[in-house]
Every structure is written in C-alpha cells, then in structure tokens.
Nanobody
Framework: QVQLVESGGGLVQAGGSLRLSCAAS????????MGWFRQLPGKEREFVATITQTGITTYYADSVKGRFTISRDNAKNTVYLQMNSLKPEDTAVYYC????????????????WGQGTQVTVSS
C-alpha cells in the first residue's frame, strides 16, 4: 500500500511559479508510475502529467506542455511538479496518484491518491 501527501500549493500571481511535491510512504515507490491531476469543484478530474517508474518517460496534457515539468526522486520517495508561467486557468486542487501499471492520463485507473493541494493563480 502507498500513502501520498502533497505539498507546495498556494496563491501566486499569473506568470509566477510553484513547485508541488508528493511524498510517498512505503519501500516500493520506484515500482509505481506517478501522475498529477487537477480538479475544480463540480468538474471531472483533469490529467496534468505522468511519469514512468524509472522517470525516463513523461507525458503532459497539451494545456501545460512547455510550462510544467514532472520529475521524481526515487531515493526520496517523492514526485514533483514544477509549474512555471502559471495562468488563472491553472487554478485547481492538484492531486498526485500512483499505480503499478502505467495508466497514463486515465485517472480512474490509478490505485492510490493523495488528499490534494490547492493552487490559486490570481490575474
């Protein structure tokens, strides 16, 4: 079992940057593909980025490509989301997720989820 805890959210002006972290418990973090998703109240969870177990392959939603970077440190059991050039439309609760299979952008396939961290981008 994996427990995930996100941190690093907050309030930032448009054009600014934030780095989200997701710390995972357990000794098998390196066996999990990781994803970041975001959600607004009343809306479906939206894919942001994903990274394979080794960190070699990453994949991004078109809306964040070129602005966000997902990375992981398996020695620290942590996955990161560096968010640059933030826009008001990036405002959402951001969640990290883990799955032993590579589930890509399909949120309903991820087995484990964190509690989320709020990101608010003011214009």
């Amino acid at each position: 079992q994996v427990q995930l805890v996100e941190s690093g959210g907050g309030l930032v002006q448009a054009g600014g940057s934030l780095r989200l972290s997701c710390a995972a418990s357990g000794r098998t973090f390196s066996s999990y593909a990781m994803g970041w998703f975001r959600q607004l109240p009343g809306k479906e969870r939206e894919f942001v980025a994903t990274i394979t177990q080794t960190g070699i392959t990453t994949y991004y939603a078109d809306s964040v490509k070129g602005r966000f970077t997902i990375s992981r440190d398996n020695a620290k059991n942590t996955v990161y989301l560096q968010m640059n050039s933030l826009k008001p439309e990036d405002t959402a609760v951001y969640y990290c997720a883990a799955d032993q299979a590579y589930s890509g952008s399909y949120y309903y396939l991820y087995e484990y989820w964190g509690q989320g961290t709020q990101v608010t981008v003011s214009s």
